[in-house]
Structure formats: structure tokens, C-alpha cells
């Protein structure tokens, strides 16, 4: 009988009259002095911007502040100043520098937020802290917030950098902007999606540019590099705004404008217009294109329940075993149809699931997070004592829930209506990784004994082992050979199928051990689900972000 095999690189899925996102654009007002106040509203509104910002420190500042504040378009509520920006100098008068920014922030009408750019020289990481502490504590007084501005070349460069700083005062009105064009300054180009993850929970502002891929020295304040039109360089700016997509940004972008020496009407024009289109390309693509929709998929699980197949994505474009609430849970319907993208949001990184009755229990970062199918709620989330990579989860007819544990070569045992207890915890496992509930005995995929964590690298080959429910007896399938480095298990009439994620490969095995190549030639091959009335497999790919059905009785 002829082999069935169906990658599957897209599907169709129902997107709502929406582009994500805040499709409202602000922009930074640098080289419009030939301009007055009112004809730059004039020209934002007659654009399609929402508001503008820019520097508010001295009286001439803020008299500006107030002229736009008094324009035609802002008295109509067409636009508005979210954000103004104050630099920090500490080399300058202290007693000065405070009274300057304390007469900005009363300045300030309601909803329009402080930014903060803290100057390189005299800076410390105290002076920081004692200045943000004094600024929220202000701010607080007000209902203002403090936004803290990473600028190339000075005492905070990048939002990582500026992290430590919101994680450590516990401020509630501390927040943070990523700026496209000073995060390539600090070479993160390559690794926005990572940076704003760990940016989310405190990103209000984002701003934009078109850029160049390639950086000049900035010691002369060029930024003609980084700072562009929209629609001008060869960087592509849709990675920034799939970013913000990705992370479901809520705040406000603004276009930065620093340098740019084209008429304002025509580079501003060009880029509203390219910003419109970003923003709804992205969207279609990520809620349209399976490749956005998964993001490094790990597990793929049949409820014959609810008739429905879920993916776990461990989220930001790695294997990562972080906390960074950046996973989630993939509905599909039997057909692999999108039916929810992201139907549990949340998680860190979630890897193996099982279910039992109504239940989905889904292996993530030291927990066990139980999901209520039917309201598609997660119920709670239970601690796995000590664990460090929770990885496959298996349930029994009477709703026993093991867990495997890679890195300790632990597997956890949750009885129905006690908690989670360590079932075995032995060396002789062999970094466990995908589990099978196979009558009374459960089947351990194995790894193979890790020697480098961070690259997943062992000195031999997983197997397949065997533990008695029971007398948790631990045997080897067969004679134990070294056979792959496994991922997942499932076991279809009298074989076990195995996927060897380094190999890329389908393998078949008998109970005495045998082993025989199913399908090959495929990239990091991770845990498969089995329907097992039809015989159908799904396995994600996990570097293509896709999955393959396979259907079994065809062989």
C-alpha cells in the first residue's frame, strides 16, 4: 500500500476586522523650525498621523508644548502629545537638572506621558535608581507615568539594559520604549523578537524608522544610517512591526524623524502610508501562515474528546527553557485547520501534553499547567518540585498524569486528586523525554546522557526503556542499543514510532528492539500525536514551524 504523507505549510484560518496592533502613528517633529505650530497640526492631521512628540526641558519647550496643545487639531481631539522626551544630564547642576524635569512633568496635560534619556557622563547605576525613584514617586503625585528612553551612546542603550532598572524600583508607573533604530545601534537587529519579550510586560512606547542593515560609527551623531523615511534602506522594517505584533504591543509607535533632511510633507506622506501597509501585512501573515502562527512547535497531541488536535509552540524563534511567559497552545481541527492560533496564552515554554477526560495537561517551565478543554481555561498550574525541563506528559485510563523531566532524569507522578510526587528519579533514564502509556508499563523515550546543556549535545544515543507501573522496574526495549536522540513515542498495533529530532527522522520498533526507518530527511523531528482510530500521526517540525501527518496503515 502506497505510503500517505502530507506536509502541511499553511492553512486557512479566520482573521478578525482588525490589524493587532495601534495602527495610530506619531511623529517626532525634527526639521520642521521653517514651519509654524500650526501648520505642522495642519499637515499631521491632514496626513493621518494621531500626534506628534519631541523635547520638552526649557520654558521655550514648553511654550511649545502649549501652542500645539492650543492648535485647531488638538483643541478637536484629532491629535494628541502621548509622550515629550527630557534628558537626564548628570554632569550638569543636579539642583538644576531636577527642577527642570519637575516643571516638565507639571507641565504635562492629562495622558501625556515623561520620557527620560539619562546622558552617558557622571552617570551611575545609583544615581539612576535615586533619579527613577524620584520621578515615579513624582509622577505618582500627578497620575503621570515615567517612560524610560535607551539611546545609543548613552547611560542606558538598549531596553534590556533598561530592565533592571523597572524590575528592581517596582514602580507601577515605570515603563519602557524599544526603539527600532537604538536597538540596532546596541546590534540586536538580529534578535528583536528575543529583546521584546522580555520588554512586554513594561513596553508603552515604540518607535519606528526605515534603516540600513549596515551601522556607521556614531561618534559624530550621524544617523543617517538608522534614521530614514519608512520606505527608504534595505533593513526590513516588517521584522520590527511582526515583532510588535508577535508580542500583541498595546501602546503607541511613533515615526522617528531625527536627521531626515527631506521635506516633511514627502517623507512623511510616504511613511504613514508604508506604516498602513506594514501593519496590515503583518497581521494577515501572522493569523494567515502557519510558519507565524507556530513558533518552534513541540508536541502535537490528539484529544479524541473534543475531536481536536493541539500544538505547543515553545515561542521566540528557539528552544529556550525561560520564563518569559512567551508560549502557547495551538487548536487545530481534525483536518489540521486552525481553529483558535493561540488558544492558551501565557505559557513559558510548553512542551509534552496529555489529556484525560476534559481535561489537558500540558508540561511547561517547573509546572504542570492543567487546561480545562471545554472553556479553554487554564485551571491551574502545579508545581513540579526541583524540575528544570519538563518536557512529555503521559495519562493513564484512570487518570494518573506522569511527567518526564529531562535534565534531572526525573518522572513525576500526579494521582487524580493528589498532588505531584517524584515517581522515579534515576541516572539509568538517561535524559527522559517523550513518555507512552503502554498497559502497565510506561514507555520512556530517551535522549541519551546530555553533556552540554546548551547545545543538547550527549556522549551516546537515547533508547527505549520500560517502567513497571508498579514495582517502577526499569528494563530496556530490547537490548538497550543506542538508537536516537528521541523526542517523542506512541505506540500504533505492535510497534512503538519514535521521532529522532537530531536526525529528522520516523522510526519504527518492535517490542524485541528492532529498528526500522520510516521516513527521513526532515529537520529536528519533535513530539508526535497519534489518533489512534485512524492511524494518523502528526509530527511537528520543528525548525520549519509546520507538521507532517503520516498516515500508519499505509505501511
Not at 167 to 195: I, Q
Not at 344 to 370: C, F, H, Q, W
Not at 383 to 395: C, H, Q, R, T, Y
Request: proline content about 3%.
Amino acid at each position: 500500500m502506497e505510503k500517505i504523507l502530507q506536509v502541511f505549510c499553511f492553512t486557512i484560518s479566520i482573521v478578525a476586522n482588525t490589524q493587532g496592533i495601534d495602527k495610530s502613528l506619531y511623529a517626532f517633529d525634527f526639521k520642521m523650525d521653517n514651519m509654524s505650530i500650526d501648520e505642522r497640526s495642519e499637515l499631521f492631521s491632514e496626513l493621518g498621523y494621531s500626534g506628534t512628540t519631541f523635547i520638552v526641558k526649557t520654558d521655550k519647550q514648553r511654550e511649545k508644548l502649549q501652542e500645539y496643545l492650543k492648535t485647531k487639531a488638538f483643541t478637536a481631539g484629532k491629535l494628541s502629545i502621548p509622550v515629550v522626551y527630557f534628558s537626564f544630564d548628570f554632569s550638569k547642576n543636579s539642583e538644576n537638572e531636577n527642577k527642570l524635569w519637575r516643571k516638565t512633568l507639571a507641565a504635562l496635560p492629562e495622558g501625556t506621558d515623561l520620557w527620560v534619556i539619562i546622558l552617558k557622563k557622571d552617570a551611575t547605576r545609583e544615581k539612576t535608581l535615586a533619579l527613577l525613584e524620584n520621578m515615579t514617586t513624582e509622577a505618582q503625585k500627578l497620575n503621570k507615568n515615567i517612560v524610560i528612553y535607551p539611546h545609543d551612546n548613552c547611560f542606558i542603550e538598549s531596553a534590556e539594559e533598561a530592565i533592571p532598572y523597572i524590575e528592581e524600583l517596582k514602580a507601577p508607573n515605570l515603563y519602557l520604549t524599544l526603539h527600532l533604530c537604538h536597538e540596532l545601534r546596541a546590534g540586536n537587529g538580529n534578535r528583536l523578537l528575543d529583546v521584546a519579550i522580555k520588554s512586554a510586560p513594561y513596553l508603552k512606547f515604540a518607535s519606528i524608522s526605515g534603516s540600513n542593515v549596515t551601522m556607521f560609527n556614531n561618534d559624530k551623531g550621524n544617523w543617517s544610517d538608522a534614521i530614514k523615511p519608512l520606505d527608504k534602506g534595505d533593513y526590513d522594517v516588517s521584522k520590527f512591526v511582526s515583532v510588535l505584533q508577535k508580542i500583541k504591543f498595546q501602546g503607541k509607535t511613533m515615526l522617528h524623524t531625527f536627521g531626515i533632511e527631506e521635506a516633511p510633507k514627502e517623507h512623511l506622506s510616504r511613511s504613514i502610508k508604508k506604516w498602513n501597509t506594514l501593519v496590515d501585512a503583518t497581521y494577515e501573515t501572522l493569523n494567515n501562515n502557519l510558519n507565524n502562527i507556530l513558533d518552534n512547535p513541540e508536541n502535537a497531541y490528539w484529544d479524541d474528546v473534543s475531536k481536536t488536535w493541539f500544538i505547543s509552540s515553545l515561542g521566540g524563534e528557539k528552544v529556550t527553557i525561560e520564563k518569559d511567559g512567551y508560549g502557547w497552545l495551538t487548536r487545530l481541527n481534525e483536518n489540521g485547520n486552525v481553529i483558535s492560533n493561540r488558544w492558551i496564552e501565557g505559557l513559558d515554554a510548553p512542551t509534552g501534553m496529555a489529556s484525560y477526560k476534559n481535561l489537558l495537561y500540558v508540561a511547561d517551565r517547573g509546572v504542570l499547567v492543567e487546561i480545562d478543554i471545554s472553556k479553554g481555561k487554564i485551571i491551574r498550574k502545579i508545581n513540579l518540585p526541583n524540575s528544570e525541563f519538563a518536557n512529555d506528559v503521559a495519562s493513564t485510563p484512570n487518570g494518573d498524569i506522569y511527567v518526564s523531566d529531562t535534565f534531572t532524569n526525573t518522572i513525576y507522578k500526579l494521582r487524580k486528586n493528589k498532588n505531584v510526587e517524584v515517581f522515579i528519579k534515576d541516572d539509568v533514564l538517561e535524559c527522559p523525554n517523550g513518555l507512552w502509556i503502554d498497559g502497565q508499563h510506561l514507555i520512556v523515550a530517551t535522549w541519551g546522557p546530555m553533556t552540554n546543556r546548551a547545545t543538547f549535545e550527549t556522549s551516546r544515543k537515547g533508547t527505549l526503556m520500560r517502567i513497571n507501573l508498579k514495582t517502577k522496574e526499569i528494563k530496556p526495549v530490547g537490548k538497550g542499543l543506542p538508537i536516537a536522540n528521541f523526542d517523542g513515542v506512541i505506540k500504533y498495533g505492535n510497534f512503538y514510532y519514535g521521532t529522532d529530532w537530531t536526525g529528522g527522522r520516523l522510526l519504527k520498533i518492535s517490542e524485541d528492539g528492532n529498528v526500522e526507518e520510516v521516513i527521513s530527511g526532515f529537520s529536528q523531528f519533535a513530539d508526535l500525536g497519534i489518533n489512534p482510530k485512524k492511524g494518523i500521526i502528526m509530527i511537528p517540525e520543528m525548525s520549519k514551524n509546520r507538521f507532517i501527518f503520516f498516515n500508519l496503515k499505509s505501511l
